[in-house]
């Protein structure tokens, strides 16, 4: 299981889960969790134009989850209903299909980028994921009073003369990179269970901000630890695990606050 | 170019599933919209594959477990409680998934079962056997009946459900019949599409519709047209695209989809 030709995707599954937890816990305390699911729907064909056309899987994914916060604030600006959000996301989808048929790898990268390849890490991989996995919580990090005041007292952070708007967009991009860097692990479809369970069941357990967050980052890496080791063993894919275990850890979270 | 589209078998069935998905999901689709569950549908559409998936695994016609879990997926959604809705919904939908991730690489590995994955999530309206066709016209011709009858009440609880219930109406016995012919419409829609496209047909027409009709009589017939329009716009396309690119056809999905946001988008502009 830890043999050296898969020692990459160890590390790399690390820092996605570093950046995911810590992303999480902003998106549950920011109520953010559209945007969560909508923005590695925005990845995909970005992921699948890479493939198309040669690229590093790392551009293509963060040009597109930059262009998919441009369209969710454009959207929200003009005010458009949930059918066109729907039907704009659910046209990226469409548009990924599009470059991965003509890419000619239709059936397997599907799968891949829809479901994750856990197990698919290189060496190259390494260097961009530890810069993401250190930008994302630094960048996180040093607005934090800003990112939660906006989201729990708008009126307050008025009054401190917090931009809401710009704390709103420069969220929304640091949102996109962890987004991007968790697809190619994870896929576009199980992102958000890996953003979410941990978080969601850390700011049920956990009684201050920063433990709450500790908390959400130390759960992501377990269960993307465990998805990794679970598929290792049985030979069944870690989107499987990762998507269920993320419901197990939030549904029992949730039994015993209660 | 076009000698032998209406000729060949595959083009045939793909016209009738499309259609068949178009008329139910556009006409349905209009008391979605209307109903404010456009994200609702789509859910719903993503638990629904892996009941495809599960059929696939056991040999049987996706079609069939895509309703069974489409209808277990709206029962789901009508019991939903309020508050806190939105996190515990996306991490169902993401243990559904998971799910469907697991069953897929089975259907794959065990059964052979080649391209799994994209038949179930992006359709695969050309490879359906021709008897499935027909069943898909026979379902939508079925729903469309029982929603002709149920049109009035469905369209009053939809607007405002205590009026309709001040009115006489059975709240509760119309909501269920509509999400019985919500599962049908993602079901046909993901046969068409698929699984995580069916949206587009669902939402997409019926919203254009709305948009440009002012009233719902109006708006369901418009909506049913758009969609059989872009349903059949895509495969004429699709078609063509054996010829842009030599000895490869683009996904037929693709070019719905893409349809589908275009009449959007222009009815979007026309009534801003």
């Known amino acids: ?258 | 170019m076009f000698e032998g589209f209406f000729a060949s078998q595959p083009v045939q069935n793909a016209l009738l599933i499309g259609a068949a998905a178009a008329l139910l999901s556009g006409v349905i689709g209009v008391f979605t919209v209307l109903r404010g569950q456009a994200f609702a549908g789509h859910a719903l559409a993503d638990v629904s594959s892996a009941g495809g998936a599960l059929a696939l695994l056991l040999g049987a016609s996706p079609m069939l477990g895509f309703f069974g879990l489409g209808l277990a997926g709206a029962l789901g959604l009508a019991q939903r409680g309020k508050g806190d809705g939105d996190l515990a919904a996306g991490i169902l939908l993401g243990a559904g998934l998971g799910i469907t991730a697991l069953l897929l690489h089975f259907a794959v590995t065990l059964r052979g079962v080649a391209g799994a994955a994209s038949s179930i999530m992006f359709g695969s309206l050309f490879a359906t056997p021709p008897g499935i066709a027909w069943l898909a016209l026979g379902g939508a011709v079925a729903g469309l009946a029982l929603l002709i009858v149920l049109a009035r009440p469905l369209l009053l609880a939809s607007v405002d459900a205590e009026l309709a219930a001040t009115r006489g109406v059975n709240v509760r016995l119309v909501g269920g019949v509509y999400l019985v012919l919500l599962a049908l419409a993602v079901t046909l829609s993901a046969m068409a599409v698929g699984a995580i496209l069916s949206t587009a047909l669902l939402i997409g027409p019926a919203s254009a519709a709305l948009r440009l009709a002012r009233r719902p009589g109006v708006a369901i017939g418009l909506a049913a047209l758009i969609g059989v329009g872009c349903c059949w716009g895509g495969v004429v396309l699709a078609y063509a695209s054996y010829g842009w690119t030599p000895g490869h056809v683009w996904p037929v999905s693709f070019f719905i989809t893409a349809l589908v946001l275009l009449v959007y988008a222009a009815s979007a502009w026309r009534t801003p």
């Open chain 1, 1 to 258: 299981m830890f043999a050296p030709y898969l020692l990459d995707s160890w590390i790399v599954a690390s820092l996605v889960a570093l950046a995911s937890g810590c992303a999480g816990f902003f998106v549950v305390v920011r109520r953010a969790s559209f945007a969560a699911h909508a923005l590695p729907m925005a990845a995909f064909p970005g992921a699948a134009a890479a493939a198309l056309f040669g690229v590093g899987q790392v551009y293509g994914v963060t040009a597109a989850a930059f262009g998919g916060v441009g369209l969710l604030v454009w959207l929200k600006q003009r005010q458009r209903s949930d059918a066109a959000t729907a039907l704009v996301l659910v046209a990226l989808l469409a548009l990924g299909a599009l470059f991965l048929s003509l890419s000619g790898r239709y059936a397997d990268a599907v799968y891949a980028l829809l479901f994750g390849q856990i197990f698919g890490a290189g060496a190259a991989d390494v260097l961009p994921a530890l810069a993401l996995a250190l930008l994302v919580p630094l960048v996180l990090l040093a607005g934090f009073r800003p990112l939660v005041l906006s989201a729990l007292s708008p009126d307050l952070a008025l009054v401190r003369g917090i931009q809401t708007g710009r704390v709103d967009m420069l969220f929304l991009a640091v949102l996109a990179l962890a987004a991007g860097m968790a697809l190619p692990v994870t896929g576009a479809l199980l992102v958000f269970s890996l953003m979410i369970g941990p978080a969601g069941a850390a700011c049920a357990l956990a009684r201050g901000p920063f433990a709450a967050l500790a908390l959400s980052v130390a759960l992501a890496l377990g269960l993307i630890w465990s998805a990794l080791a679970l598929s290792y063993l049985t030979d069944w894919p870690a989107g499987f695990f990762t998507g269920t275990l993320a419901a197990v850890l939030y549904v029992g979270a949730r039994l015993i606050r209660r």
